[in-house]
Nanobody, 122 residues
Framework: QVQLVESGGGLVQAGGSLRLSCAASERTSAWYAMGWFRQAPGKEREFVAA????????NYADSVKGRFTISRDNAKRTVYLQMNSLKLEDTAVYYC???????????????WGQGTQVTVSS
């Protein structure tokens, strides 16, 4: 059973930056993509970004394009989410995920992390 552990969340002012990290407890198949989702209070969990194993393909939600960057370091079994120009509406719990082969927003997720809180203040 793969465990995903997120870190890097916190409180930041609007316009600021944060970098989230997610480390997998063991080596995963190159078939898996890795990604980030988020869930704001009272809202459904939504796709944020995903990256395939070779980092040759990425996908972003329209709401974060141009502000967020996803990357991964396979040697460290870690995926990152660099978040710049943060907005109040980016406030949410951010979840790391292993996606079943693709970087599409509707790709089934096999494993979830426990989540890390990101709060953007005015």
């Amino acid at each position: 059973q793969v465990q995903l552990v997120e870190s890097g969340g916190g409180l930041v002012q609007a316009g600021g930056s944060l970098r989230l990290s997610c480390a997998a407890s063991e080596r995963t198949s190159a078939w898996y993509a890795m990604g980030w989702f988020r869930q704001a209070p009272g809202k459904e969990r939504e796709f944020v970004a995903a990256i395939n194993w070779s980092a040759s393909s990425t996908n972003y939600a329209d709401s974060v394009k141009g502000r967020f960057t996803i990357s991964r370091d396979n040697a460290k079994r870690t995926v990152y989410l660099q978040m710049n120009s943060l907005k109040l509406e980016d406030t949410a719990v951010y979840y790391c995920a292993l996606l079943r082969g693709k970087v599409d927003a509707d790709t089934p997720v096999d494993y979830w992390g426990q989540g890390t809180q990101v709060t953007v203040s005015s």
